[in-house]
């Protein structure tokens, strides 16, 4: 398996965690905030995430 999927992957796992930890504490504490900010994290990571899988290896 390609590294930079797996990296990417990771990536995204992270992004999608942040959201909901945003989204859970912004609906706990009332604070819609917190909420938009996860799901800018969110977006943010999974935007890394597609850069880094579409990053090219470099030739060995």
């Given at each position: 398996m390609n590294k930079n999927?797996?990296?990417?992957s990771g990536i995204v796992?992270?992004?999608?965690?942040?959201?909901?930890?945003g989204?859970?504490?912004g609906d706990t504490d009332d604070a819609p905030?917190?909420?938009?900010?996860?799901?800018g994290?969110?977006?943010g990571l999974?935007?890394?995430?597609?850069?880094v899988a579409r990053r090219k290896r470099p030739a060995a």
């Open positions: 999927l797996v990296v990417a796992v992270l992004g999608v965690a942040l959201a909901a930890a989204i859970y504490i905030g917190a909420a938009l900010l996860g799901i994290l969110m977006l999974v935007a890394l995430a597609v850069k």
